[in-house]
């Protein structure tokens, strides 16, 4: 499946395994229910990862966190939002892996999957086709600016930069 | 569409919204053996049997496929002074206009009469 | 009032141009309808019965003369010539092209306005108390948090795909005219008993709509400086929580209903332990800088009285009736406000033309510095009036056809557009509203009758907020022809309540005399000085109902 990341399309260096069996395939991802049994074979220098439901508890996956490289969350359709606030709370706890939206999403969500922490998003071939490269990437940068604050960078978030231009502003000695 | 079962009852027109204006627009006969989209509803075409149904449901799925109207569908109707008149009163406001506007909408001729320049 | 810096300048106007570019693509076909709608609807454009409809924010209800100005002038360029205003003190216009959409936008944010989160999945358009800032009875002005909590909801990243919509409304006042208590989050503005600073008081998982409840309180004294990660903690919970299965299950409320007020609080204080508030909440600074947009205008120093008002008063007994019907006391000596009553006989509740919108501009700029406000009932507030002014702005409302005395009274009635417009609708609202407008026409029995609000919703999304009416109205479908359900004893204000259905649906023409035997029963029924909601709670359902049953009925 056609795979993104901030930067554009992206080779895909993960395979998908339908159950436990990791083999000897280098970057794996299994499905939730089947990731305890891949853990307990997995290989040395082999990366196992996982693809998880958007209802799934934070504190199900956390004991788990340390040993993945790649937690990949389902989108069952675009307008369910959980995985925005999923994606958050994996990356407060501290995951620094890929972090993946798996699903149907749609360019107009780019921005908002990146500001939640998302790396990489993996579409279904008939949405890529239908809604291609460019259209992602304007959609990436229809907002040079936004007003929530903790959701990336500082420099593009409207409350920072006021309070850096009153800064910039105020009087006395620098 | 094989979903016949979950058709309307017969006599029926196929009503739609043209995407880019938003008016409602009715079904019709345009030319030999085909249709278009007219805003008049006393133009649009009644189906009286199966086969006359069928086609009215293949244009509007190629027509939502085409991207010029949306929410297509076929509305059972009564003919009155040989006009179609939607047997429901929801639609049969759809074929006028606001009752409390009766200056506004198709029963003010708008988009049926010919617009003034301007 | 607010103005846009250049920040939220070029927010606005990447949101335009980001909407163009998402018809561009509905129309080449990279969005599907299914795909498109949510991102319309985000945006304030709906699909209607006979058009595309279009909802514009007036955010907490918010405008000054030149905003007012430029929706006249889209309603005449791009509309009918009118516009509609909602009991969400937004505007909607009824016929507008999505073709025309784009260019409606960029003179929308011309004036600092725009359609962001109107509709949708989404944290709505925030709503206030319309007396904000004016309110004799306020603690703090709602307006500066209203405003912060606008921006802080536009474009969230994490926040714009919930189960359901998500509407906050904020109060600063004893009285509690935002209904804050029928939202998904009201915030209510106190006093903390000990230190004396302001706080919010928090609800959560009030609405209306098909499970009518009143919002439970989740908090009772939130410090001002944790808004932001507070809101960030209950929109979490609910994102992650909320049930996507069931489209009428998936509001807060139910949630809050499912696993109790206690237990949705506890999740919400854990969440909110867990966030790091500095990085999210505003700083000080910030909320300085906005709360200053609304420090009080530049007022006279004028008498309480005014001998021009009084004189004309005297003069003039209908204007003197409208001066008590129509003005509200105002915190600052010799000013008033004045609320412009959008509910003349005749014209759909809430509807202003074009040309009425110019005229009460123009009275906005001459005499109310410049501002104006619309309420959740659906009408207009000049909020700054010198008592002087008076009889000048009721001449000109007057030929405006805006001077009707009826606010709060039987004739001002709450109306969803109903079948007239709505696509959702199970049945028509307007019709209703002027038959019964008709039949209670005469001002002196309007007087006589007082205060007594009705409300009418053409079907079960409760957007006429009928449950709350004293009298309710709700339009269905029953076999084929329209029919309505009565309700009774329903409440907006501080003792919130959902009205009591009392028997079995009418026929439109059989309204307006159940009406009036349901008034007729309370002016036989009250005691001095009560009014009409008064009595029904002192009397119960049962006299109402007796009378309700011998309404003569059209067909058996
Ligand atoms: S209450 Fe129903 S009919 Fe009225 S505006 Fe809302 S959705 Fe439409």
């Not at chain 3, 009591?500 to 029963?521: D, S, T, W």
Request: hydrophobic share 40%; with cysteine; glycine share 8%.
């Amino acid at each position: 499946m056609p795979l993104l990341d901030r930067n554009g399309a992206r080779e895909d260096g993960w395979t998908r395994s339908e159950g436990a069996a990791v083999g000897n395939i280098p970057a794996v991802i299994v499905p939730w229910d089947s990731l305890a049994d891949a853990l307990a074979q997995q290989g040395d220098g082999r990366n196992i990862g996982v693809l998880i439901p958007n209802s799934l508890a934070i504190s199900a996956l956390a004991p788990f966190l340390p040993r993945l490289a790649l937690v990949a969350i389902g989108f069952p359709a675009y307008s369910d939002g959980r995985g925005f606030s999923l994606a958050r709370q994996l990356r407060r706890a501290g995951f620094a892996g890929e972090l993946r939206a798996s699903g149907p999403l749609i360019p107009d969500q780019f921005a908002y999957a990146l500001a939640c922490g998302f790396d990489t998003i993996e579409l279904p071939q008939a949405n890529a086709e239908r809604q291609p490269l460019e259209q992602w990437l304007r959609a990436r940068d229809s907002y040079s600016l936004t007003y929530q604050r903790g959701y990336g960078t500082p420099d593009r978030n409207i409350l920072d930069r006021r309070r850096a231009a009153r800064a910039a502003a105020a009087p006395g000695p620098r | 569409m094989a979903a016949a079962a979950k058709r309307v009852p017969l006599p029926a027109i196929l009503l739609a919204n043209d995407l880019l204006d938003g008016d409602v627009v009715f079904a019709a006969a345009a030319g030999p053996g085909g249709l278009a989209w007219t805003r008049d509803p006393a133009r649009a075409l009644v189906a009286s049997d199966d086969a006359a149904a069928e086609r009215l449901e293949a244009f509007a799925a190629a027509e939502l496929r085409g991207n010029t109207v949306v929410d297509a569908y076929l509305v059972d109707i009564a003919l009155e002074g040989g006009r179609p008149v939607p047997r429901h009163f929801r639609e049969r406001f759809k074929t006028l206009g606001p009752s409390n506007r009766p200056d506004l909408g198709k029963q003010a001729g708008e988009g049926i009469a010919p617009a003034p320049k301007g | 009032m607010y103005r846009y810096d250049e920040f939220d300048e070029r927010f606005v106007r990447e949101r335009v141009a980001q909407f163009a570019d998402q018809v561009a693509r509905r129309l080449d076909g990279s969005l599907s309808e299914d795909e498109f709608k949510p991102l319309r609807l985000k945006n304030g454009v709906y699909l209607q019965l006979h058009a595309y409809m279009l909802r514009i924010a007036v955010p907490y209800g918010t405008l000054n003369a030149r905003q007012l100005r430029q929706l006249a002038l889209i309603g005449e360029r791009y509309d009918r010539g009118y516009g509609h205003f909602t009991t969400r003190t937004n505007l909607q216009f009824n016929w507008p092209k999505l073709r025309d959409i784009p260019a409606i936008l960029g003179l929308l944010a011309d004036v600092e306005m725009h359609c962001i989160q109107t509709s949708g999945n989404c944290i709505r358009n925030v709503t206030a108390d319309h007396f904000a800032g004016v309110a004799r009875d306020e603690i703090e002005d709602p307006r500066p948090t209203a405003e912060l909590i606008r921006q802080w909801s536009s474009g969230h990243p994490e926040f714009s795909y919930l189960p359901r919509k998500f509407k906050i409304a904020v109060t600063g006042a004893q009285e509690d005219r935002a209904v804050t208590r029928a939202h998904d989050i009201g915030l209510r503005l106190r006093r903390h008993p000990d230190t004396q600073e302001t706080c919010y008081e928090v609800s959560v998982g009030g609405g209306l709509g098909r499970t009518p409840m009143i919002g439970k309180v989740v908090r009772d004294y939130l410090p001002k400086k944790d808004l932001l990660a507070y809101l960030e903690a209950i929109l979490r919970v609910y994102n992650l929580e909320g049930r996507r299965d069931n489209k009428y299950k998936a509001r807060v409320k139910i949630l809050v209903h499912e696993i109790g007020a206690e237990e949705f609080a506890r999740r919400v204080e854990a969440e909110f332990a867990r966030l790091d508030g500095p990085s999210i909440n505003a700083d000080p600074e910030e909320v300085a800088r906005i709360a200053a947009y609304f420090a009080p205008p530049a007022y006279e120093t004028l008498p309480a009285v005014s001998n021009t008002l009084e004189a004309a008063r005297a003069a003039n007994p209908a204007f003197a009736r409208w001066v008590e019907v129509n003005t509200t006391a105002h915190k600052v000596p010799g000013y008033t406000a004045v609320t412009i009553s959008l509910k003349p006989a005749g014209q759909a509740p809430g509807d202003a033309t074009s040309a009425q919108m110019r005229t009460v501009a123009d009275l906005a700029e001459r005499y109310s510095l410049d501002e104006l406000r619309v309420t959740h009932a659906q009408n207009l507030v000049l909020p700054h009036v010198r008592l002087r002014d008076l009889p000048a702005i009721w001449r000109t409302l007057g030929e405006a056809g805006l001077a009707e005395a009826n606010i709060g009274l039987v004739t001002d009635i709450i109306s969803c557009p109903g079948l007239d417009y709505c696509a959702l609708a199970t049945a028509r609202s307007i019709p209703i509203a002027q038959a019964i407008q008709q039949r209670f026409a005469d001002a002196q029995r309007q007087r006589e009758i007082g205060p007594l609000g009705i409300k009418i919703s053409g079907c079960i999304n409760a957007c006429g907020h009928h449950h709350v009416g004293h009298i309710g109205i709700l339009g269905l479908e029953k076999r084929g022809i329209e029919s309505y359900q009565i309700t009774l004893g329903g409440d907006a204000g501080e003792n919130a309540a959902i009205g009591e259905i009392l028997g079995p649906g009418l026929a439109a023409e059989e309204v307006p005399a159940a009406i009036e035997r349901i008034v007729a029963v309370y002016l036989a029924e009250r005691l001095e000085a009560e009014s009409f909601i008064d009595a029904v709670r002192r009397l119960g359902l049962a006299p109402f109902k007796a009378a309700f049953q011998e309404v003569p009925r059209a067909a058996a």
